[in-house]
Each structure stands twice: as C-alpha cells, then as structure tokens.
DNA sequence: TACCCTTCCTGGTATAGACCAGAATTTTCA
DNA sequence: TGAAAATTCTGGTCTATACCAGGAAGGGTA
C-alpha cells in the first residue's frame, strides 16, 4: 500500500512540531482543536485522532484531561540507580521540581512486606506523593518504609527528599537495592491523580532498598507518565 | 460518568483472560476475530478495539499482523546493566532464544561516532540482528564496533553474544558502559522487522562502551517490543 | 509431489454523524 | 465587586458501515 492517510498525516503534524512550535501552536505549547485540525487536513476526527495518538505514543505530545493536545516537553534525564534526591535532578536538568504530599499512613501492604521479607501483616509508613516537573504532574509514588528502621518518621516533612531524611536523621545507609522498571498502562487512582486518562501509556518503576547490614528498609513503587522521562544508567567495572 | 463501556469491556476481556486462557482463548493463545467479539459483546467493532488497544497498552495482548489477536507470553526479565549474552538469560527462564543475523557492513555512523567520542567519518562494523523468544520476534538491534578494537571481527559469526566474543577472543574488559532507555513507537524499518504496525509502542536501549583504557568499544541500540519485557536491576554498594 | 492461484478470513483504514462530560469562559445577578 | 449560573469549547465515547490489503488455507494443475 502507498501509505495510509493518517500516517501522512502523522508525518505532517510532527514536521510542523518541530519547526520549534511553529504556526499554528499557540504560546502554551497548546495544539488547535482536533475538529480545526481534521477540517483544515480534510479528514475525519477518527482519522485524526489516529495521528495524534501515533505522535502520543512517540512522546511528543500530550492530552491534558479534556482541555486538549500540548506540546509535551523535554524528557527528565532520570538515573534510577543513584539516590539524588528528585528535587536535585530536576533543578540541575534546570527545570522546576514540586513535590505534592497525598497521604499519610501507617498499614500494612502485601506487596512490600513480600518484596522486603516481612510477613504480610507487618506495618508500614506509607507515603504517598505527587511530583511536578514545570508544573506538570509527571508521576505518583508510593513509599513503604519499615518503621522499625525510621521510629516517628511520620512527623517529618516529605515535600524533599526521603532518602535523604534517612541517610541524615536515621543514619541509613541503603546499600542494596533492587530495581524493576515495567511499562504499564496508568490506571484507577494512578492515572486519576496524574490527571490522565485511564489506559495512557506510562512506566512503573519498583525499589527495593536493605540497608548495610542487609536489613530491610524500603520499598516504593512510582507511576511515570512515559514520555516524561528518559532512563540513563552509568556504570563502572565489568561485573 | 458511570463508566464508559469499552472499559468495562476492557474489564471483562482481562478477567477472562486471566483464566488461564479459558473457554474463548484457543490452544496458540489467540483471541477470536474483532468481529466474532464485537458480536459476542453487543458493540462495534471500533468499540471493540479500543478494549483490545487498551489490553494491548498494557501488555497482555499482542496483535501479529494481520493474522489476529494473541495473548503475551510472560515478560522476559532483562538486566542491561549485566554481560550476560541474550542466549543465557533467555535459557535460564525456561524460554527459547535464537538470534538472526540481518546484515553485515562496514560503514560510518554519525550517532555511534558521537557517543563514543570519534569523528562522524570513522568507519564502524555494523552488525543488525533481530531475536527471538519462544519463536516470537521480540528486538532488533544495531551494534556498532569500533574496529580498531576487534580486527576482523566480522569474519565470525553473530548467532551468539558478541560480548563473549570480544572477551574472549580480543580479551576486551567492556569496564565503562552508559545506557539509555527511552520508551518510543516502533517505526520504519524497526516495526516492519519485527512484523508489527508502524507505531506500536517499543522501548528503546542504547549502550555506549568502552573499555578499562577508557577506550571506545561499541555502540549499539535496542528496540524492543514494550510488553516483552521488564528491566531489573541489581545493585550494591552506595554511590 | 511441488507449486501456483483463488478464495476467504482477519485486522487496518476511513467516513459521517451523534451525544456526553468535564474545563474554561462569559454572563448574570445578588 | 464577587460569587454563582449559563454557555461554549474540547476531548471522550459510540454507532453503523464500507472497502482495502496482507495472511492462511484449500484446491487444482503441471
């Protein structure tokens, strides 16, 4: 086949985005209406919103609840294996951090108390938050720290960095970690609080953090919008 | 809203999925024709599909061309950080790997020279392989070798890890290695290697070695099927 | 037996139109 | 002036239908 129309069309709209924004993107990085755009490539919406899906799953842009298509931005530089704090990272990246505290809670969590060894009843503090990278909610993530590891650490403040809190206040050392990364499809409360719609594309990252003497610490589980980020992983030494 | 029907669709096609494949899901693991469901559901065919999509983003189904709608297998446990060859991990979970060969040049290329720090003319060995798990194409992959580390490198062969092969028969250390991970919508050539549509969603791993002398070994990229794997990462120590 | 061709099946693309629900804006009125 | 209400705009969902193109399978032919 020659190609289909909608990839043409797909072809056409990237090109415009990358004449830095151009035309017919306004200010906010905001894309016309989809019933503008179908009319003005004389197509359909359905046929339309193919292509904006196709540009979607490339990250180069994004749907904001029904407010309409933006142009998305740079992707975060993000190691997951270093424990710079998200603050640090994404002012060095010279973007705006923000940190939203959700809830918090102590309870037990089966999932983390298996990842971490424990039995399934054992407590938990859990944190949950909100992050912002220039004001766009770019993931949720969910912290079970073993209380036993942090006593009162419920009555700090989470908006900064919490293994930093725990490396300062607690002496910990989070030496051994396992980290899992999964694409998914955000859902339910992950992708109600991100202000997504439920299905987009997102990656779940897993933690899970022993301290030196192979006690257990840690356990988090973070739900990115997908083209929020771009992993980078530097290592030294044949293993 | 209460909720919209091709969720709830979505719902209903998970849990029957997660059934161990039961009553509708055949032998090969594949789904009856859209048309046979759609039926089946009560709803269009478009209705319908955007169900399937949705199982799609989260990686349970996969579609194989034009042949139909096929349950994933489990994903494939990938530690990029590791040297281990894609044959042993593959192996060791009980899954069967093999390894094609797709072209052989010598040629440069302006990416690989600029990751390794050497002038766009510098002439690489190019190696493209594409893999398989189970007989299911999952990656393709670009290496490019520097060769003046491996002369004659591509007299061998490629069905294997070429890791080994620099260990052992150039005795390279590969010590120092950057990776990348970007999730993307498979295109061109990538999606057509692979036999899916142009725009399925990928993930995307680039490596950039060098050896214990700091010298540039290789260069290569990745491009997965998103819902073939999930990364995990093992690490020790503090930074 | 080996190959080719036809036919059928399946997903892929596309049209045209309708109504819904949340977000943003404007208007109204206390 | 400020809050509430109505309106408009935008994407989200859905129906019904049509035709296309690649894959698979069956059958016939050399």
Redesign the pocket.
């Known amino acids: 086949?020659?190609e289909?129309?909608?990839?043409r069309?797909t072809d056409r709209l990237r090109d415009a985005l990358l004449l830095e924004h151009s035309s017919w993107v306004d200010a906010d990085g905001k894309?016309?209406?989809?019933?503008?755009l179908a009319q003005r490539f004389?197509?359909?919406?359905?046929?339309l919103?193919?292509a904006l899906a196709q540009l979607e799953g490339e990250g180069r842009i994004h749907?904001?609840?029904?407010?309409?298509?933006f142009v998305s931005p740079l992707r975060l530089e993000y190691d997951p294996t270093r424990d710079a704090g998200f603050n640090d990272y994404v002012t060095a990246q010279g973007r705006l951090p923000r940190t939203e505290v959700l809830s918090l809670a102590t309870s037990p969590h089966a999932p983390a108390a298996n990842a971490l060894g424990l039995s399934v009843n054992h407590p938990f503090y859990h944190i949950r938050r909100r992050r912002y990278v220039d004001e766009r909610a770019v993931l949720v993530e969910s912290l079970w720290v073993v209380p036993e590891r942090a006593p009162g650490l419920l009555e700090e403040r989470f908006e900064f960095s919490l293994w930093k809190l725990l490396r300062e206040q607690w002496h910990l050392s989070l030496s051994h970690r396992s980290i899992s990364m999964v694409s998914e499809a955000l859902q339910g409360t992950d992708a109600s609080e991100l202000?997504v719609?439920?299905g987009t594309a997102g990656l779940n990252i897993c933690r899970t953090i022993f301290d030196d003497a192979h006690l257990p610490v840690e356990y988090d589980e973070e739900h990115w919008l997908h083209d929020a980020l771009s992993i980078r992983v530097e290592l030294k030494g044949t293993h």
Do not use: C, D
């Open positions: 086949m020659a289909a129309y909608y990839q069309l894309l016309p209406a989809e019933r503008i004389k197509t359909t919406r359905v046929t919103r193919q749907r904001s609840n029904r407010r309409g298509w202000g719609a439920s």
